[in-house]
């Protein structure tokens, strides 16, 4: 019987923020953007958020690293 690995929850969290994120209008893909997702993901994937200690929107940004200009 083959082992199934299961995927790491913080990877698969990023992995969906990062989804959302680049599905939003191209022109939302930027700093005051990720300000915009941040509320957004707050009211409607408040489980997405990142979970670690300290600023949540830092952590976000560094989440969204590479995908905004």
């Given amino acids: ?12 969290r990023r992995t969906r923020v990062r ?7 191209y022109g939302e893909q930027t700093e005051t ?3 915009l ?8 994937y408040p489980e997405l958020l990142p979970s670690e200690p300290g600023d949540a929107y830092q952590h976000l940004k560094l989440d969204l690293e ?3 200009k």
């Fill in 33 to 35: 953007g990720i300000l």
């Fill in 37 to 44: 997702f941040y509320g957004w993901l707050g009211k409607r």
């Fill in 19 to 25: 989804q959302l994120f680049v599905a939003r209008p």
């Fill in 66 to 68: 590479g995908l905004y």
């Fill in 1 to 12: 019987m083959e082992k199934r690995r299961l995927k790491d929850p913080e990877a698969v």
